[in-house]
Nanobody, 115 residues
Framework: QVQVVESGGGLVQAGGSLRLSCAVS???????MYWYRQAPGNQRELVAM????????YADSVKGRFTISRDINHFNTVYLQMNSLKPEDTAVYYC?????????WGQGTQVTVSS
């Protein structure tokens, strides 16, 4: 059974930093990994992704501020380092992966940035 578990959200002032973690268990297959976020009243949007390559891609709104990376010891554990946070980064952040055509989502972690 594949499980996706996020951690690391919280409350931070504008300009601050947070690091989110995502651990995928239940599979030995190396996976592309994605971070999404959803703010109240908005659609869920893709924030960053890392392939097995590992190539990375970011939404324009977070380029230069967020960095996605993998754990060196656990390939399917990824991090999202978020710097220079803005109030508009406030959202629930979700980790996602796709294994054999099936989507797996974590429960989400709240990030709140105060002005």
């Amino acid at each position: 059974q594949v499980q996706v578990v996020e951690s690391g959200g919280g409350l931070v002032q504008a300009g601050g930093s947070l690091r989110l973690s995502c651990a995928v268990s239940g599979t030995a297959i190396r996976l592309d990994m994605y971070w999404y976020r959803q703010a109240p009243g908005n659609q869920r949007e893709l924030v960053a992704m890392i392939s097995t390559g590992p190539d990375t891609n970011y939404a324009d709104s977070v380029k230069g501020r967020f960095t996605i990376s993998r754990d060196i010891n656990h390939f399917n554990t990824v991090y999202l380092q978020m710097n220079s946070l803005k109030p508009e980064d406030t959202a629930v952040y979700y980790c996602n992966t796709v294994r054999l055509g099936k989507n797996y989502w974590g429960q989400g972690t709240q990030v709140t940035v105060s002005s």
